[in-house]
T-cell receptor, first 114, second 114 residues
C-alpha cells in the first residue's frame, strides 16, 4: 500500500497544453523531490522542497515549476508541454532529519507529449 | 561532490542462481549511508537494503545481502536464489550523514531468465 501517490499514472497530451502532475504523501514527511527518469533509466533531480513554501531547482535544468503550499502536496506544472518533456517523472519524500533512511517513491507518471 | 558508479549497465542470471551487482562510490566523508533500490518494470521503486557506514557488519534482507568494503568504497549487492520477480532496474545510492539528499548511480538492469 503506497504512502506516496502520483496521478495520473499515464498521460498523453498535445503540444502547448498546460499540465500538472500531482504528488501527495500521507507520511508527514517534510522533504519532497521530483526526478526525471530518462529512457536509459538514469535519475535526474529537477526540483526539491525541504518544507512548506520552500522549493529549489535540482541538478537538471527543467522548464517545469513546483509549489509546496501544504506539507503533503508537491505538484509539478508544465505551462506549455513540448515533445522534449516526454519522460517518466518520479516523486519521492523523506522523513524528518537527514536522508539517512532514504526516500519513499511514488509509482511515477509517464508523460508523452505529441 | 559524491559520485556513485554502477559499472554494469545490464546483467542477466538464471533463475535460482546467484548474482552480484557492483557499486563504487567516491566520498571524503567518514559517516554516511548506502542503499540499494529496486525498480521493477512499470512499478514503484522500493528500498531493498540499507547499510550504515559505521557498522562493519554487512546488511542482509532475506535473499539480498551486501558486501560493504569501506576502504575500497565498494558496496555490492548479492541476490541469492534469483527469482523471476527480481527482474528490475537496481540503483545504488549514497547519502552523507549531514545530507538531505541521495546521490544515485545510473542503474543496472537485471534480467532473471527462466
Amino acid at each position: 500500500e503506497a504512502d506516496i501517490y502520483q496521478t495520473p499514472r499515464y498521460l498523453v497530451i498535445g503540444t502547448g497544453k498546460k499540465i500538472t502532475l500531482e504528488c501527495s504523501q500521507t507520511m508527514g514527511h517534510d522533504k519532497m523531490y521530483w526526478y526525471q527518469q530518462d529512457p536509459g533509466m538514469e535519475l535526474h533531480l529537477i526540483h526539491y522542497s525541504y518544507g512548506v513554501n520552500s522549493t529549489e531547482k535540482g541538478d537538471l535544468s527543467s522548464e517545469s515549476t513546483v509549489s509546496r503550499i501544504r506539507t503533503e502536496h508537491f505538484p509539478l506544472t508544465l505551462e506549455s508541454a513540448r515533445p522534449s518533456h516526454t519522460s517518466q517523472y518520479l516523486c519521492a519524500s523523506s522523513g524528518f532529519g537527514k536522508a539517512t533512511y532514504g526516500y519513499t517513491f511514488g509509482s511515477g507518471t509517464r508523460l508523452t507529449v505529441v | 561532490a559524491q559520485t556513485v558508479t554502477q559499472s554494469q549497465p545490464e546483467m542477466s542470471v538464471q533463475e535460482a542462481e546467484t548474482v552480484t551487482l557492483s557499486c563504487t562510490y567516491d566520498t571524503s566523508e567518514n559517516n554516511y549511508y548506502l542503499f540499494w533500490y529496486k525498480q521493477p518494470p512499470s512499478r514503484q521503486m522500493i528500498l531493498v537494503i540499507r547499510q550504515e557506514a559505521y557498522k562493519q557488519q554487512n546488511a542482509t534482507e532475506n535473499r539480498f545481502s551486501v558486501n560493504f568494503q569501506k576502504a575500497a568504497k565498494s558496496f555490492s549487492l548479492k541476490i541469492s536464489d534469483s527469482q523471476l520477480g527480481d527482474t528490475a532496474m537496481y540503483f545504488c545510492a549514497y547519502s552523507g550523514a549531514g545530507s538531505y539528499q541521495l546521490t544515485f548511480g545510473k542503474g543496472t538492469k537485471l534480467s532473471v531468465i527462466p
